[in-house]
């Protein structure tokens, strides 16, 4: 850096430094500098002969990168600096042509946005995995009765196959999610330069469509200082995070002892240090705990670009940790997640007896009375009443006489029996998206179709 003529003190480089964590742009920032080459071509800043000689010594530096005992030097400051001064070792003073027309911070801008493609498709098909395997197990045990929560509370029967497809249903909208960071990260940035754009006129939509982007940057300083796909993705990642943490929360209680409604298989559990009776389910309760540790990732980098004038700012260099840290996570849970899955057990008898609580028919015995024209408030209190006089009496509901039964309300006949019978709670739920066989089996059929088209988007995205 001819401007200056002392040497960065030891500890600004230490903080400036960052390519410890940045060098995981290269395969993207070699790609996206064998694009910016050919754009170079075509306007004559290089002729045919220098075009091959920088692409292949960029493919040289990608090989010696990837090699086996690969160290950056400790002169690197960051991949893209790594990556130039590799190259110059390679072809030697032609490597500097390379960044004719192009900024550091149209780059990594660049850059990132690749990264955002590349692992929001990479989350979208990880998550239709997970959907297919929540599928499979909906599929597997429509017709398995078992008591569905409110407040952790037992309320109302459903099938577990209703109650997995709730999964299924949450993964579906992250893809949505996750399918708008993708298109948010389609925008090249590239050509934008430092922030005013370049004085080469090279063919943005050129290099965008050889990189693989839809569109260009409108504004030059929108394009060097916009981290809003990244906000997208984390923003994805820690939606998608937390549906993860539920389903893992809610594997942990069912395969407690008290509820015993399910077992993960060995591979996805843990035993205890010193009690050898343990077999614990650890895999889903990380699941739970990697949530809100997502969920800071793209707190950090709200924080980072918050009230950030333009354009650009060195803080920007402290988006990038926070990123990788997420893509990792949330692609590990969501694999993790299918794996676990593809080997749980669920205990039919253990469902269907805690389904079998007459206190779950509570609601349909306040509809039996709507239906004879009691208003439902009113029905709701006299339920209540019932309620409060078998818990007193330590009784069960089907253990009320038809007298005690006048007592709260002349609607309730002999029929308040048949009501109390299991088969009709689940059934009477016929509703579209409700847990009744019939309503059950289009939803399977919608989720059928809505896997379908989440593989089909992600066929089309990597053709």
Known sequence: MSRFRKDPDPRFWRLNRSIEFDWRLAPYDI??????????????????????????????????????GFEFADSDEDIHMAIERLLGEAIGPLAGKLHTGRSRNDQVATDVAMVVQAHSLRAIELAGAT??????????????????????QRAQPVYLGHHLLAYFWMLARDVLRFQFALDSASVMPLGSGALAGVNWDIDRNAVADDLGFEHVSHNSIDGASNRDFVLDYLSAASTCAMHLSRLGSEIV?????????????????????????????????????????????????????????????????????????????????LDATEGMLAGIAFDRERMEDAS??????????????????????EAHGIVGGLVRDVVEQDKSLSDLTLEELRQRSEHLDESYYEVLKRSSWLESKQIEGGTGSEALAEQIGLARDTLAAVKARVIDERS
């Open 356 to 377: 079998g609580d007459e206190m779950l028919a509570a609601t349909e015995i306040a509809d039996l009375l709507v239906r004879r024209g009691v208003p439902f408030r």
């Open 31 to 68: 790609d996206q500098s064998q694009a910016h080459a050919r754009g170079l071509q075509e306007i004559g800043v290089l002729d045919a002969e220098e075009l091959r000689q920088i692409d292949a010594g960029l493919e040289q530096v990608r090989q010696q990168m990837a090699s086996h």
């Open 253 to 333: 209680i069912w395969s407690s002892t008290e509820f015993g409604f399910c077992e993960l298989d060995e591979s996805f559990s843990s035993g205890s240090s010193i009690m050898p009776q343990k077999k614990n389910p650890d895999s889903a309760e990380l699941l739970r705990a990697k949530s809100p540790r997502v969920a800071a990732d793209y707190a950090s980098v709200v924080g980072v670009m918050h009230a950030l004038p333009l354009t650009y700012g060195k803080d920007m260099q402290e988006d990038k940790e926070p990123l990788f840290d997420a893509i990792d996570t949330v692609e590990l849970c």
């Open 131 to 152: 959907m297919e395997r929540l599928l499979e197990l909906a599929e597997r045990h429509r017709d398995w009765p078992m008591p569905g929560y409110t407040h952790l």
